[in-house]
């Protein structure tokens, strides 16, 4: 059974940094891509980052460019999203998705983290 589990969410302050985790198992995790997609209050989902199986590739939405890294532990199978610089429209409900052949987020999805970006 595919579980991916994330944590490491919470309050930060504009301009202030965090790190959300996705913890993967009952899959082969060092053989699938993997992305990080966002939900905001009211809003529709938005793709935020994605990363090869062996993260030797990394794709980011604009709007985090430069402030957000993807990364991943195979030997733990654990996905993370480093945020930097965070801004208020960050935040969101933050989820982990595996991603399919064809590059877009396949049915395993986590129950998401939240990311609060509040002063």
């Known amino acids: 059974q595919v579980q991916l589990v994330e944590s490491g969410g919470g309050l930060v302050q504009p301009g202030g940094s965090l790190r959300v985790s996705c913890a993967a198992s009952g899959f082969t995790f060092n053989r699938w891509w993997m992305s990080w997609v966002r939900q905001a209050p009211s809003k529709g989902l938005e793709w935020v980052s994605g990363?090869?199986?062996?993260?030797?590739?990394?794709f980011y939405q604009d709007s985090v460019k430069g402030r957000f890294t993807i990364s991943r532990d195979n030997a733990k199978n654990v996905l993370y999203l480093e945020m930097n610089s965070l801004k208020y429209e960050d935040t969101a409900l933050y989820y982990c998705?595996?991603?399919?052949?064809?590059?877009?987020?396949?049915?395993?999805w986590g129950q998401g983290t939240q990311v609060i970006v509040s002063a």
């Open positions: 990363i090869s199986s062996g993260g030797e590739y990394t």
């Open positions: 998705t595996t991603v399919d052949g064809a590059g877009w987020p396949s049915e395993n």
